[in-house]
């Protein structure tokens, strides 16, 4: 694509941003959808760790545009 990155560089920088802003030792237990956002991506997933909580998060171009823990935005 246009974009530079793939579904799977998507996943993953999603993945470690998620896991980086839930801290505690977080990590992704599952990702329940990629898709398309703009020219980037929308991965959406969960963590498990001091409790399990889902994240969605959107990347273009190899940046982390947003990363939604449950209801708050970091």
């Known amino acids: 694509n246009d974009a530079g990155e793939d579904?799977?560089?998507?996943v993953a920088l999603c993945s470690e941003a998620a896991e980086r802003s839930k801290g505690d030792g977080a990590k992704v237990s599952e990702i329940?959808?990629?898709?398309?956002?703009?020219s980037g991506w929308?991965?959406?997933?969960s963590l498990r760790g001091s409790g399990n909580v889902e994240f969605t998060c959107g990347t273009t171009s190899g940046r982390i545009d947003y990363v939604r823990l449950g209801d708050s935005v970091t």
Do not use: F, L, P
């Open 32 to 38: 329940d959808a990629v898709t398309r956002e703009g």
């Open 42 to 45: 929308k991965v959406e997933g």
């Open 7 to 10: 579904v799977g560089t998507a």
